[in-house]
């Protein structure tokens, strides 16, 4: 007799479980859900669109292919290979002597030139590349401007110069949460071991660059936007699949040297 009741209070507590969750979900305004998704979207797509004739307008942008076709073809391989859609990311090559990358709204990546100088192989390059993919891919950046400056002031953006510099700012300058670098810092990991990129060199630079920061100003404003590079350093290099394969070049080492060359 009380195994039966047990029986019946369990089926009644089950029974009041599913009842409860049919009301929540029926009171789920779906329709409401799917349209801020869509206006987000929307103004991240717009809010890049301003960046960018904003870095056109302020910024030195380089055309020289000698420097921009190294960070193409690794973008395309890392995007290619993971299943990203390569044609939905813009990226901007900019003649500044700072060791800086990031990215923007509306899917773009800016590197600057002093990165380009700084890095001592492609595969440090990529590994930098892979990392500002994985904030675009998880929408990261959006995140980050929003807890900075607000999704009101987001929405309505104009293109008033001294806003987008505002924004331009806070995106170059200002550090994403510890668990977003942590989470882009493992996706790098995983985008650079599927395209057979070697991510070892990804943690190699992070510990260069922990290691001059004190001795070289070039360094703050990646410092400022990718802070504990050590302790991140080393989770990469936990994180590294002990029996990864030796990487294949992806660029020919004349467009290497010739970039090298160029800067």
Same mark, same amino acid.
């Given at each position: 007799?009380?195994?039966?009741?047990?029986?019946?209070?369990? $089926?009644?507590?089950?029974?009041?479980?599913?009842?409860?969750?049919? &009301?929540?979900?029926? +009171?789920?305004? #779906?329709?409401?859900?799917?349209?801020?998704?869509?206006?987000?979207?929307?103004?991240?797509?717009? &809010?890049? *669109?301003? /960046?960018?004739?904003?870095?056109?307008?302020?910024? @030195?942008?380089?055309?020289?292919?000698?420097?921009?076709?190294?960070?193409?073809?690794?973008?395309?391989?890392?995007?290619?290979?993971?299943?990203?859609?390569?044609?939905?990311?813009?990226?901007?090559?900019?003649?500044?002597? *700072?060791?800086?990358?990031?990215?923007?709204? $509306?899917?773009?990546? &800016?590197? =600057?030139? +002093?990165?380009?100088? *700084?890095?001592?192989?492609?595969? @440090?390059?990529?590994?930098?590349?892979?990392?500002?993919?994985?904030?675009?891919?998880?929408?990261? &950046?959006?995140?980050?401007?929003?807890?900075?400056?607000?999704?009101? /002031?987001?929405?309505?953006?104009?293109?008033?110069?001294?806003?987008?510099?505002?924004?331009?700012?806070?995106? $170059?300058?200002?550090?994403?949460?510890?668990?977003? @670098?942590?989470?882009?810092? /493992?996706?790098?990991?995983? =985008?650079?071991?599927?395209?057979?990129?070697?991510?070892?060199?990804?943690?190699?630079?992070?510990?260069?660059?922990?290691?001059?920061?004190?001795?070289?100003?070039?360094?703050?404003? #990646?410092?400022?936007?990718?802070?504990?590079?050590?302790s991140r350093a080393e989770a990469v290099m936990d994180a590294v699949d002990s029996e990864l394969p030796?990487? *294949?070049?992806?660029?020919?080492?004349? /467009? #290497?040297?010739?970039?090298?060359?160029?800067?």
């Amino acid at each position: 007799m009380k195994q039966t009741y047990t029986v019946l209070l369990q $089926g009644l507590l089950l029974l009041i479980a599913v009842l409860l969750l049919f &009301v929540l979900l029926m +009171g789920t305004d #779906w329709a409401g859900l799917t349209n801020a998704e869509e206006r987000s979207e929307q103004t991240a797509q717009r &809010v890049g *669109e301003l /960046m960018y004739d904003f870095i056109n307008e302020t910024e @030195e942008v380089a055309t020289d292919t000698a420097l921009t076709n190294p960070v193409h073809q690794l973008i395309q391989k890392l995007c290619r290979d993971n299943g990203i859609d390569y044609s939905s990311v813009t990226f901007h090559v900019l003649l500044n002597d *700072e060791v800086n990358a990031f990215a923007l709204p $509306g899917r773009q990546l &800016v590197v =600057y030139t +002093g990165l380009l100088d *700084e890095c001592r192989n492609e595969s @440090e390059l990529a590994g930098v590349l892979a990392h500002e993919l994985a904030h675009i891919e998880q929408d990261h &950046v959006m995140k980050k401007l929003a807890k900075e400056l607000g999704f009101s /002031m987001l929405s309505t953006l104009t293109n008033d110069g001294e806003t987008l510099g505002l924004v331009f700012e806070t995106l $170059g300058s200002s550090a994403y949460d510890r668990e977003l @670098e942590i989470a882009a810092d /493992m996706a790098a990991v995983e =985008y650079l071991e599927v395209a057979g990129l070697n991510p070892r060199a990804f943690a190699d630079i992070l510990y260069r660059i922990d290691g001059m920061q004190d001795s070289s100003p070039e360094f703050l404003d #990646w410092i400022s936007t990718h802070p504990d590079a050590q302790s991140r350093a080393e989770a990469v290099m936990d994180a590294v699949d002990s029996e990864l394969p030796i990487p *294949e070049p992806v660029l020919p080492s004349a /467009m #290497w040297d010739d970039m090298k060359a160029a800067l």
